[in-house]
């Protein structure tokens, strides 16, 4: 039966529930009285209920479509500015025991070469991403209990925040690991960890069992109560994920809501951030073996959709997308991007030739530098963000909502965005880029409405220039 409020996986992600919302949202996607109603309240920002967001996905007309797409370009703009956070991926090891049909790690690839890093290749890999400019790194990694246990990933954790290259520094480290108990998860809170970042792959359970067939993570109630695991050892920022390409993609946008609505109603905040992965060639990964990938337009609706349905929730990208696709979801309600990434186990410092095996878990289609991706994002009249303030202030979880929900966005994340912009500019820029951001800064500054803030914010620029470093509202 279902019920948000319950602890059991099958119950907050009832399979009876998404089938009837399904059938719901079928019978109702011609019904313009209704979906006007669904639309009049995500324009009022009071976010959709998975049965009104799943009647949304199912209507197919045309102009319902566009309103669609300008509520979520107004409700980002709204709530994150045209700001855009930054980020890279930094794998630490593909050494795996699960079984997982889409991931290169599984355990029966004999021919990806299996690496792990040691505490000096990390130095080295955090150095190579200090010195492109990031300052905020998701760590990724295989389960394995013997090569990466926990204690591998805390000390890992630990190293990355001790490096200190030139004006280098990582101030977040959001941590995608397997799912773990409650103990592992208070120790990844206690080193500091900013979100806990696990995908679902899939909410069908029949599918996740047959996707997962053997190892831990066959577990399907284990993997799907895991952020209630992970809120409960402390972890206030927890994002989730759907794989896209596994399953049929409305019963999967239906879970993902039905997820947030269940981590809402038990710990009084949703999802940090929600990421939209769809499944790349990889080593010994076919993607068109999986009969359930999306289009581009889908992607782009299914991202515009989890803007308006869910506000407050930040939204991923990763350079599994194309430039063109970043291009066409970034308006749609994206609030972070990753940059430059490398998805192979020591690859920053030392990139694997073509002619060997390879470590890495997906193709990237984005192969940009950072610095590329930098100047593209301004050109279009974003700014880039390396900003870390939020979670390094103590505003995690429902404090950060409120930040959100109070609109104070501009008066803290968008001086901060043109702080640590200004830092990278300083730092790390190519020349015409630096030109670009200069103006760019010095345009935005006007947009803080806050005198007191506009006045701080200016004057900290300009210590950041004279060499100062690291300042946040
Ligand atoms: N092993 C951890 C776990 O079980 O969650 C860490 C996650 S893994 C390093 C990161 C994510 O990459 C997975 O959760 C999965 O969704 C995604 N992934 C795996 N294979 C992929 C593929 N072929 N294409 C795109 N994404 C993939």
Redesign the pocket.
Known sequence: MYQATSMKAEEFISDEEIRETLAYADANKDNLALIDRILKKAGERRGLSHREASVLLACEIPEKINEMYELAKQIKQDFYGNRIVLFAPL?LS?Y?V?G?V????HLKNKHIARKKLTQEDIVREVTALQDMGHKRLAI????DPVNNPIEYILECIRTIYSIKHKNGAIRRVNV????TTVENYRKLKEAGIGTYI??Q?TYHKESYEKLHPTGP?HDYAY?TEAMDRAMEGGIDDVGL?V?FGLELYRYEFAGLLMHAEHLEAVHGVGPHTISV??????DD?D?SAFDNSIDDDTFAKLCALIRISVPYTGMIIST?ESQAVREKVLPLGVSQISGASKTSVGGYADPEPEDEATSA??DVSDQRTLDEVVNWLMKMGYIPSFCTACYREGRTGDRFMSLCKNMQILNCCHPNALMTLKEYLEDYAGEETKEIGMELIERELSNIPNPKVKQTAADYIHDIAEGKRDFRF
């Open positions: 794998y593909n795996c699960n997982c889409y991931c290169p790690y990724e990694a295989g389960e995608n690991i397997a799912a696990l995908f792959e993570k993997h994920g794989l992965p769809r499944i790349k060639h990889a990964i993607p599994r878990q997906f």
